[in-house]
T-cell receptor
Framework: SQTIHQWPATLVQPVGSPLSLECTVE??????LYWYRQAAGRGLQLLFY??????ISSEVPQNLSASRPQDRQFILSSKKLLLSDSGFYLC???????????FGQGTRLTVV | AQKITQTQPGMFVQEKEAVTLDCTYD???????LFWYKQPSSGEMIFLIY??????QNATEGRYSLNFQKARKSANLVISASQLGDSAMYFC??????????FGTGTSLTVIP
């Protein structure tokens, strides 16, 4: 099975500061990769997904961007954080529509 | 557009009883996967069960079963013999052939001793 490494676990950042969250995958190659955001007590909002190196699809226009510089590396970034960017960010990996997605442990981001 | 609907924000069940969590979906794809995940208060996402759109039999995994009604586009999760450790958020998810992976808004399940 796959292992998803996601860090940091918690992050407190001031408004206007940059953001970089990294996710790496072990145990598979050429996975589909996903970034989700979860507001407190809410569902998972799909932010970005990638089917290959350099291929990024955005589901929701916003203050964030994503990049996939290597096959098993997925990065979520922002140049200037907003208060509304606070939430629980989850990275996930999947190898097809008929297989489950594996998740990292998540990053709790608080923008102050 | 793909959409997952979970209409029960919160559910309560007595310990050792069965509970059904509802999920309906909307897709125009013929091939897709349906999934249920559990999220305890720690935040980790735990995969529970999978149902393929072409599977004729309902999926089962231990105490979990998925009641799949394709014509009605529903994929309800049934948890039998509820345990206190089942208290968590439960998410229904769908992966159509377009590589996306969508989640519903979740149901908070509380098991009462």
């Amino acid at each position: 099975s796959q292992t998803i490494h996601q860090w940091p676990a918690t992050l407190v950042q001031p408004v206007g500061s940059p953001l970089s969250l990294e996710c790496t995958v072990e145990g598979t190659s050429n996975p589909n990769l996903y970034w989700y955001r979860q507001a407190a007590g809410r569902g998972l909002q799909l932010l970005f997904y990638s089917v290959g190196i350099g291929q990024i699809s955005s589901e929701v226009p916003q203050n964030l961007s994503a990049s996939r510089p290597q096959d098993r590396q997925f990065i979520l970034s922002s140049k200037k954080l907003l208060l509304s960017d606070s939430g629980f960010y989850l990275c996930a990996s999947c190898t097809g529509y008929n297989t489950e997605a594996f998740f990292g442990q998540g990053t709790r981001l608080t923008v102050v | 557009a793909q959409k997952i609907t979970q209409t029960q924000p919160g559910m309560f069940v007595q310990e050792k009883e069965a509970v059904t969590l509802d999920c309906t979906y909307d897709t125009s794809d013929q091939s897709y996967g349906l999934f249920w995940y559990k999220q305890p208060s720690s935040g980790e996402m735990i995969f529970l069960i999978y149902q393929g759109s072409y599977d004729e039999q309902n999926a089962t995994e231990g105490r979990y079963s998925l009641n799949f009604q394709k014509a009605r586009k529903s994929a309800n999760l049934v948890i039998s013999a509820s345990q206190l450790g089942d208290s968590a958020m439960y998410f229904c998810a769908m992966s159509p052939t377009g590589n996306q992976f969508y989640f519903g808004t979740g149901t908070s399940l509380t098991v009462i001793p």
